[in-house]
């Protein structure tokens, strides 16, 4: 790894990071597009490697800031991360099947439906202004 690649990955991190302590996104809108547009990986690499960046860290000190202001659900959080590691295994062993391409359309086609909704519901905000 060069030394610009290196700097390139801690940019990454940081970009992920403040997005993620700051409205909770991260891995797939970030980190993933990123390793495949920016550092060259595959989808399933980039994918790969963001899931085990995430093992350690997951948002420590993001969850312990929300915590410390009373902004966790712990019940919830807990019965979503045990859903999320057999969801994570299923779709891991699903995604080694599909054809790289179709992973890169269905992920593109999320990210759409995910920006249209975040719009729409982001432009209530200067149509509601008095």
Do not use: H
Not at 29 to 40: N, R, T
């Amino acid at each position: 790894m060069g030394g610009s690649t290196f700097f390139i990955l801690v940019a990454i991190g940081l970009i992920a990071g403040v997005a993620s302590g700051f409205v909770g996104i991260g891995g797939g809108i970030i980190i993933v597009p990123s390793l495949v547009y920016i550092v060259g990986l595959t989808p399933l690499q980039a994918q790969g490697t963001s899931v085990a960046l995430m093992l350690p860290p997951i948002g420590i000190l993001a969850f312990m800031e929300y915590y410390r202001s009373g902004n966790v659900n712990i019940w919830f959080a807990i019965v979503i991360a045990s859903a999320f590691i057999i969801g994570g295994l299923f779709g891991a062993k699903f995604a080694q099947k599909l054809d790289q391409n179709l992973i890169k359309l269905i992920f593109g086609g999320i990210m759409i439906l995910a920006a249209i909704k975040l719009i729409i519901d982001g432009s209530k905000y200067f149509f509601n202004q008095s």
